[in-house]
């Protein structure tokens, strides 16, 4: 069997849920990466829609397997490599739990974000702060869940955090997180940067993509 192949760049949150899952599951030589330039419209090769005709990034590759959605891999991972740690989804109620939140992060908070990130690098809008409601309203739902559970999917860290977190720190570019409207979402989101790998794994690439953000709009919280 080859090594699985990551078509990645790390200034997508999606993108950005596996790098982290990766590094949880300490599995990072297991796993090529090749670099698909967003910015430069890599993903809009001929070669690369041969193997992602929906031109999205990340894809994982594993021979005859190719996964198009972040929150599929994230599952594939855990499947392939997560036995016998905590982030296995082994366990049927647990793995329905974290699916749950896998699909509010695909059909909703990420839908968000992405019409967001559209409306700045596609129609250059550089004042959005009219149209945060859709996303403000999401960490609204979150704030929710988090009530209910230490993390997003449970009360132990699973795959729905990278997938939430990699989102919501993109979001935080245009929305600050602020402590008196979601105080729980806040305090989960502080313990999340303190993992050891959250910083190459996310804010690395969260980084690339601020400054892209700082050449179009006009603000752009600066304390991150
Ligand atoms: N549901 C997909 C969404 C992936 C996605 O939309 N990726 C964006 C970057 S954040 C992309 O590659 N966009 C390029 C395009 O749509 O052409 C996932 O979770 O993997």
Same mark, same amino acid.
Not at 68 to 91: E, M
Not at 165 to 173: F, M, Y
């Given at each position: 069997?080859?090594?699985? &192949?990551?078509?990645?760049?790390?200034?997508?949150?999606?993108?950005?849920?596996?790098?982290?899952?990766?590094?949880?599951?300490?599995?990072? @030589?297991?796993?090529? $990466?090749?670099?698909?330039?967003?910015?430069?419209?890599? +993903?809009?090769?001929?070669?690369? &829609?041969?193997?992602?005709?929906? +031109?999205?990034?990340?894809?994982?590759?594993?021979?005859?397997?190719?996964? *198009?959605?972040?929150?599929?891999?994230?599952?594939? $991972?855990?499947?392939?490599?997560?036995?016998? *740690?905590?982030?296995?989804?082994?366990? +049927?109620?647990?793995?329905?739990?974290?699916?749950?939140? $896998?699909?509010?992060?695909?059909?909703?908070?990420?839908?968000?974000? /992405?019409?967001?990130?559209?409306?700045?690098?596609?129609?250059? #809008?550089?004042?959005?702060?009219?149209?945060?409601?859709?996303? %403000? @309203? /999401?960490?609204?739902?979150?704030?929710?869940?988090?009530?209910? %559970?230490?993390?997003?999917?449970?009360?132990?860290? *699973?795959?729905?955090?990278?997938?939430?977190?990699?989102?919501?720190? *993109?979001?935080?570019?245009?929305?600050?997180? @602020?402590?008196?409207?979601?105080?729980?979402?806040?305090?989960?989101?502080?313990?999340?940067?303190? #993992?050891?790998?959250?910083?190459? /794994?996310?804010?690395?690439? #969260?980084?690339?993509?601020? %400054?892209?953000?700082?050449?179009? #709009? %006009?603000?752009?919280?600066?304390?991150?």
């Amino acid at each position: 069997m080859s090594k699985p &192949i990551l078509y990645y760049d790390d200034v997508s949150p999606p993108v950005r849920s596996v790098l982290l899952t990766l590094a949880a599951l300490d599995i990072n @030589e297991k796993i090529d $990466l090749k670099w698909i330039d967003l910015f430069s419209a890599a +993903h809009r090769n001929p070669d690369y &829609i041969q193997i992602n005709p929906l +031109h999205t990034v990340p894809v994982l590759e594993h021979d005859d397997l190719v996964l *198009t959605d972040s929150h599929a891999i994230l599952v594939y $991972l855990c499947d392939a490599y997560g036995q016998g *740690t905590s982030f296995s989804l082994a366990d +049927h109620k647990k793995r329905a739990k974290v699916l749950n939140r $896998l699909c509010f992060n695909n059909s909703i908070f990420f839908q968000r974000d /992405a019409e967001l990130m559209r409306k700045i690098f596609r129609d250059k #809008l550089n004042d959005i702060s009219a149209h945060l409601k859709p996303v %403000t @309203e /999401a960490i609204d739902y979150i704030e929710l869940y988090l009530s209910k %559970t230490k993390f997003i999917a449970c009360d132990e860290l *699973t795959v729905a955090d990278f997938s939430i977190v990699s989102t919501l720190s *993109t979001l935080e570019s245009v929305c600050p997180i @602020e402590r008196s409207r979601w105080p729980k979402v806040k305090a989960w989101y502080d313990d999340l940067q303190k #993992l050891p790998y959250y910083r190459k /794994a996310n804010q690395v690439g #969260l980084d690339k993509l601020r %400054t892209k953000l700082r050449s179009i #709009l %006009t603000a752009v919280p600066e304390q991150m």
